[in-house]
């Protein structure tokens, strides 16, 4: 996943095209989705994406995608629970 964020974040050419990639795993939203989603926003904090998850999450009727979404939302937190799962995010020991 390091490699995935390492490659977005050094080709902002690719953004436009990257966000649709993104809005497309938002409409057809799964677990590994979530992950994926979840790991890079939390940097990227791409306001679009955010966007789409909280409208997406307004009109869902199906209980796994509430929780998908929100999941989503909660990792543009500075503060995001998940993040001590990712070495990348975890604190260091200084």
Not at 26 to 33: A, G, M, S, T
Not at 60 to 82: G, M
Request: proline content about 3%; glycine content about 0%; charged content about 35%.
């Amino acid at each position: 996943m390091d490699d995935l964020l390492d490659r977005i974040l050094s080709h902002d050419e690719c953004r436009d095209y990257t966000i649709k990639k993104f809005e497309q795993m938002l409409d057809e939203i799964d677990w590994d989705c979530v992950v994926i989603l979840q790991f890079c926003m939390h940097t990227l904090k791409w306001p679009t994406i955010k966007e789409k998850a909280a409208a997406l999450l307004a009109v869902t009727d199906k209980i796994n995608a509430e929780r998908w979404y929100r999941h989503v939302l909660e990792s543009f937190d500075d503060n995001w629970p998940d993040r001590d799962l990712w070495e990348r995010y975890a604190p260091s020991d200084l």
